[in-house]
């Protein structure tokens, strides 16, 4: 499990590219963003933006911890552990 920083860190990241499209964004763009945004990162500063890990998938890579984040929003799901980052996201 990911420690409360990291959780935090993840979060964070969601939230700054989530306050830049007002009319909401759909998981799918959102989880495409976290993808294009760590591998420009990753190779300009040969760091990570946030540790959670890129799943390939059908549609695109999925961070794993902000899949399950949202999936817990979207069902009304409670975690101790993720309950205030399931918190600040809406799902609709």
Known sequence: M????QINKIEAVVLYILQHFKEG???IKL???????????????????????FKA????????????????AENGDESTDLKGFTYSIYVV
Not at 57 to 72: A, N
């Open 25 to 27: 964004l759909d998981y």
């Open 2 to 5: 990911k420690s409360q920083e």
């Open 57 to 72: 998938r059908q549609l695109g890579p999925v961070p794993s911890l902000t899949y399950k984040v949202v999936k817990m």
């Open 31 to 53: 989880f495409k963003i976290m993808y294009f945004a760590q591998r420009e990162y990753l190779a300009t500063y040969g760091l990570t933006i946030a540790e959670d890990t």
